[in-house]
């Protein structure tokens, strides 16, 4: 059972056929490199894979006696665990906004965000996420730990399908949204397309 970030690098080691550890402060080259990657690796697939446990919504708070210098008439602070802004109020609404420092300047009044959290606590983790970071991790540290090219392509080649189905499936917990508005399209979800408002072309 996965109860701490711990057994997931543990898991990565599997992966790797490299003994596991006790601690990622244990003095070891494993500990080491486990350490070095893993917050790196966690963070970057719950930016691009938008795990359905990894979102959360909110509703900002303007700072008070506060304009942006130019270009907006309002600041808002932003949540302290965010990763990132997925959509902001009711997606058909078009609202303009720039993210800038932990701050989202917009001309709205009221502002309520869907944005992906810097999830730690591994037991909100799915185990297809699990297994996903584990895999993504393993990666990263296979050929310094092993020296093993072969064996470090091999892993590399499940992590890339392993993140196809994680995507696959957070994919069709939160569907793209797209708009009948013939000026713009929303994208959310698809970890392939960036999460902003675009015109279309």
């Not at 003994?19 to 930016?47: F, G, H, P």
């Not at 802004?85 to 720039?98: C, E, G, K, T």
């Not at 420092?101 to 730690?120: F, H, P, Q, S, V």
Request: contains cysteine; hydrophobic residues 35%.
């Amino acid at each position: 059972m996965i109860t701490a970030d711990i057994d997931i690098c543990n898991l990565a080691l599997d992966y790797c056929n490299v003994r596991n550890i006790t601690s990622l402060d244990e003095n070891t080259k494993a500990s080491n490199k486990c350490k070095a990657w893993y917050d790196l690796v966690r963070q970057s697939l719950l930016i691009n894979l938008n795990a359905s446990f990894s979102i959360k919504r909110a509703k900002l708070v303007q700072i008070a006696d506060y304009t942006p210098i130019y270009g907006y008439d309002k600041a808002y602070a932003l949540p302290r665990d965010i990763l990132q802004v997925l959509n902001i109020n009711n997606p058909a609404q078009n609202i303009f906004y720039q993210i800038e420092g932990n701050y989202l300047y917009c001309n709205e009044t009221d502002i309520n965000i869907r944005y992906i959290a810097d999830i730690k606590d591994v037991t909100f983790f799915d185990s297809e996420f699990c297994d996903c970071l584990a895999l993504k991790l393993a990666e990263k540290i296979c050929l310094p730990l092993t020296e093993n090219i072969e064996k470090a392509n091999y892993l590399k080649q499940l992590a890339d399908q392993k993140y196809i189905q994680c995507s696959t499936k957070y994919g069709r917990d939160n569907r793209i949204i797209t708009l009948n508005n013939p000026s713009f399209r929303h994208s959310k979800t698809n970890p392939f397309i960036p999460n902003c408002n675009y015109p279309i072309k």
